[in-house]
């Protein structure tokens, strides 16, 4: 038996990811450490999307390889789509890295922690087309709440993005997969579900009946006991039809926010960056969904300096987001991607980009704090997460809020919060741009 370490870098998908190596490790024999020092193996499981993503992994796998220098650590096996991407570079350039492993054999990772143990040098790349392979996980986030995957790659094949080349084709899970998943979480003590793909809006499209399945999975989701809260990530604007629509508006389990990355709102920039639609289906989409979904907050994601962003352009998305008045916005600079299309054509520089991106986080911020300066005076229902020692405070969410996403609620007491109890919170003031309250009753 030998202590393997995990570090698991990028989003949510990737985190599923690191938390079924870790249990098909201890299903292995293996011991899986809370930690890294003292371990045997360090598995660092990457992400490679975008230039601040791969100095990120680049930096903690020479952090480990200090450590490695120091007898604190063993092996070093780095997985994920850093490797994908760089399968010859990184134990080329890297050369304190013992191995590597491609987004297509996350199930081979007990094979090649043993090969390292034995003294091999391990790259291991096959097909990343295939199904996933079914395992159960280790959950590393808090009990209450848990990602759940429901497919893999994805095939928008979006100008700028890199996805398609490093985790393939889009493949659904079966839902009896999911939902198997789904009632263990829930036995588990788990309360809230987050829902989670490169596109989750096509889930089932790649089945032979080319069927839309997302509204009946959500349905056959929110009928499982114990799961009160289902929250769906990453939504593409154009898959979003009215039977989706319905159930998310008609499920009170699933909460009233709608992650739905957009990316920009001009119809040339979306049609160079083979984005289906346009800036007017946008507004109509989100006219819509307001409309048929009362008290719905939506998150998108936008990108600066995308090749054809002049002033104009800018302008018309600052002015878009203006009108639009999305409660979450994320803004990003655009980041060429080597292999893609866009990568080639002409953009603004970085500067300018990042220039602009922080130009977006200023329109937002005036958002966020009209939205939040509206709460005041509101009972609202909140998750609680935890218990801030610095602050001496318990903290936790509201609908509108995604873990390590969006913002918190500080929640003012003289009792115990144990995290994953649902209560209710008078708002009555803002803490830099979190809201604040006091407790008013338990809810759940």
């Keep these: 038996m030998a ?81 994908q991407r760089y399968q010859d570079q990184i134990l080329e350039e890297l050369p304190e890295v013992d191995g590597v492993l491609g987004t297509g054999n996350y199930a081979d990772i007990v094979g090649a922690i043993e090969a390292l143990l034995e003294g091999q040098t391990v790259a291991v790349f096959g097909s990343i087309d295939e ?79 080319h069927q839309r399945l997302l509204p009946e999975l959500l349905r056959q989701l929110c009928q499982i006991d114990g799961i009160e809260w289902v929250r769906i990530h990453y939504l593409y604007p154009d898959e979003i039809d009215d039977a989706l629509i319905d159930v998310i508006a008609g499920e009170p389990k699933i909460v009233k926010y709608l992650d739905i990355p957009i990316q920009h709102c001009n119809s040339q920039i979306l049609k160079r960056m083979n984005r289906r639609g346009d800036g007017a289906y946008l507004r109509q989409l989100f006219a819509k969904l307001r409309g048929r979904i009362p008290g719905l907050v939506l998150r998108t994601s936008v990108i600066t300096g995308l090749p054809g962003e002049g002033e104009e352009e800018f302008t018309e998305l600052c002015d878009f987001l203006k009108e639009m008045k999305l409660e979450r916005v994320g803004a990003f600079p655009f980041s060429p991607e080597e292999g893609t299309p866009a990568a080639e054509m002409e953009h603004p520089d970085l500067e300018v980009a990042q220039s602009r991106a922080a130009m977006i986080e200023t329109i937002q911020s005036r958002i966020m704090d009209t939205y939040n300066e509206a709460m005041i005076g509101q009972k609202i229902q909140v998750l609680v997460d935890g218990y801030d020692e610095e602050f001496q405070q318990y903290f936790g969410r509201t609908y509108a809020d995604s873990p390590d996403i969006d913002g918190r609620v500080w929640i003012a007491c003289d009792e115990d919060l144990s995290e994953g109890r649902f209560v209710t919170v008078c708002i009555d003031s803002l803490v830099e741009g979190d809201l604040a309250g006091y407790l008013v009753e338990e809810t759940l």
């Design 131 to 209: 199904p996933e392979q079914e395992t159960g996980r280790i959950v590393t986030t808090p009990e209450h709440y848990a990602f759940i995957k429901i497919a893999e790659g994805c095939d928008n094949r979006c100008a700028y993005c890199v996805i398609p080349y490093l985790r393939g084709k889009f493949r659904s899970r079966q839902m009896d997969d999911v939902l198997y998943e789904a009632r263990l979480l829930a036995s588990s003590g788990v309360k809230e579900l987050i829902v989670v793909a490169q596109d989750t809006s096509r889930y089932g499209t790649d089945f032979p009946e």
């Design 3 to 83: 202590k393997i370490g995990f570090i698991s870098l990028g989003c949510a998908k990737n985190q599923v990811d690191c938390e079924r190596m870790m249990y098909r490790v201890q299903e292995a024999g293996h011991e899986v450490c809370a930690g890294i020092e003292g371990c045997d193996v360090v598995v660092i499981n990457t992400c490679g999307f975008i230039d601040s993503a791969k100095t990120e992994a680049i930096d903690y796998i020479l952090m480990t390889a200090q450590l490695k220098e120091a007898g604190a650590v063993g092996k070093i096996l780095v997985t994920g789509c850093l490797s």
